[in-house]
């Protein structure tokens, strides 16, 4: 039996990578992609806890992750494509319109 | 050393190096097939873990539909290597720290409230997806029509979004 912590530690370095993924990435596609990673560690960090209390309760909460995460990745998806033919770009940096 | 701890260790590390992958690789259709290898090894895991509706619900909606997307938006937007412009001073210089001072803060927090119910931790369900459908059928069956309700509004709004002005 692998203890809970070991399945704990590993989600928060996936978290803090996707965290470091969102402040360095450039491309508006990398950002929403590590978007997605950092919801696949909260994800993991919800199922080990679910086991270690030995209650269902956190993989029903990782399913409705999981349906909130495709419906934002199909709205977002249609707002990056809107960007991209808008400013024909796929910076962030160039997508700067609120900025004084 | 068992064997689980083998399989747990060898899926961790390709967990990893996939998201250190989709960090440093330049082109964004990398990074997507990166993040396909994080989504596999996290199904892996879930499965190591015995909760294997969700490992498959991992690798057919996550490693599926959701990445299919992501490639298709790629290709369709034809989306180059990414450039390098200058970034904001606060992001360089302190993006690294703070990232690893909220990674071990997350850690330590939450190996700590693990750690409280660890004397209690039950040996597992017998029929864990039985019980799954037992649960999201009967005690949360209302947020499981709500999010029907999400979707809908979600494929409307990517419909509206997506659609070309001049087809009024």
């Known amino acids: 039996m692998i203890p809970a912590h070991y399945f704990i530690v590993l989600s928060a370095i996936l978290f803090g990578l996707g965290v470091v993924a969102f402040i360095f990435k450039r491309n508006i596609i990398s950002i929403f992609m590590s978007i997605e990673l950092m919801l696949n560690a909260v994800n993991l960090a919800f199922v080990s806890f679910s086991q270690t209390w030995g209650q269902l309760n956190g993989q029903i909460f990782v399913l409705f992750v999981i349906v909130v995460a495709a419906a934002e990745a199909a709205v977002g998806l249609g707002i990056i494509i809107l960007i991209a033919s808008n400013r024909q770009s796929l910076n962030v940096e160039r997508v700067d319109l609120l900025k004084l | ?168």
């Open chain 2, 1 to 168: 050393m068992s064997v689980e701890l083998i399989v747990f260790f060898a899926l961790a590390a390709l967990a990893v190096g996939g998201a250190l992958s989709l960090i440093f690789q330049r082109h964004p259709i990398h990074s997507a097939l990166s993040l396909i290898v994080v989504m596999i090894a996290l199904a892996g895991l879930y499965l190591l873990m015995g909760a294997e509706f969700v490992a498959a619900v991992q690798i057919i909606v996550y490693g599926g539909a959701i990445m299919v997307l992501f490639v298709f938006v790629i290709m369709l937007l034809n989306a180059g290597v990414e450039e390098r412009t200058n970034m904001s001073k606060l992001a360089g210089y302190a993006g690294i720290p703070l990232a690893l001072a909220l990674t071990s803060f997350l850690a330590a927090a939450l190996t700590r409230s693990s750690d409280a119910v660890q004397a209690s931790a039950a040996t597992g369900t017998a029929a864990p997806t039985k019980a799954l459908a037992m649960l999201l059928f009967q005690d949360f069956v209302y947020p499981f029509e709500l999010t029907s309700f999400l979707i809908l509004v979600a494929i409307l709004g990517a419909i509206v979004l997506a659609q070309r002005e001049t087809s009024r």
